[in-house]
């Protein structure tokens, strides 16, 4: 969200989105490199919980990367929403981290059980996506479970990733006057 609005202040957004790309394929091109980024970071997490923690995988590690690749752009649209609705760094600075990096910690699950939540807390839960990553993770690390029993989870990260880029590029088709 900062880099893209960085780019919107700079004015090399306005370039790209006067350019005869499609709003689609300018998000393509700025997701993929965050994309790789925290693909790698998801296999180095992956490595040190079972080499410094001992934390087991149960389950199949491709799958486990596969769901961590869709939560990853799931987080990714998201930030690309919020860049092209703010027109400051500050501005998507802040709404990163109230509407993305808060919400994922302390409403995941990763932190408090959600079922310790109140219900309204509980409520707002369902609409934040390390909610859904976390029951995955722990699910097929801890359990085992395959994507038989977590296609549920999976297929609400997949909506989630479709709405998020489908408003995403459709904040991008909006072009400067």
């Known amino acids: 969200a900062i880099s893209l609005t960085r780019e919107k202040e700079t004015g090399t957004m306005e370039a790209l989105i006067g350019s005869p790309l499609r709003p689609w394929e300018i998000i393509v ?3 993929t490199p965050y994309l790789a980024i925290g ?3 998801v296999v180095a997490v992956l490595i040190e919980a079972r080499l410094l923690f001992r934390v087991p995988l149960r389950g199949s590690a491709a799958l486990l990367l596969c769901e961590g690749g869709l939560y990853i752009l799931v987080s ?3 930030g690309i929403l919020i860049s092209a609705r703010t027109s400051s760094q500050r501005v998507a600075m802040m709404g990163a981290l109230v509407g993305t990096m808060l919400p994922n910690m302390l409403l ?3 932190i408090f059980p959600v079922e310790s939540m109140p219900v309204p807390l509980q409520v707002v ?3 934040v ?3 859904w990553f976390v029951l995955i ?3 097929i690390m ?3 479970i395959g994507i038989a029993y977590l296609w549920r989870e999976t297929a609400i990260l997949a909506g989630m990733a479709g709405l998020l880029l489908a408003a995403s590029a459709r904040s991008f088709r909006e072009r400067p006057e």
Do not use: C, E, T
């Open 29 to 31: 091109g700025k997701v």
């Open 39 to 41: 693909f790698v970071s």
């Open 76 to 78: 990714l649209a998201l």
């Open 108 to 110: 995941s699950g990763f």
């Open 125 to 127: 839960s369902y609409v």
């Open 129 to 131: 996506p390390g909610r």
């Open 137 to 139: 993770a722990r699910g």
């Open 142 to 144: 801890l359990k085992g």
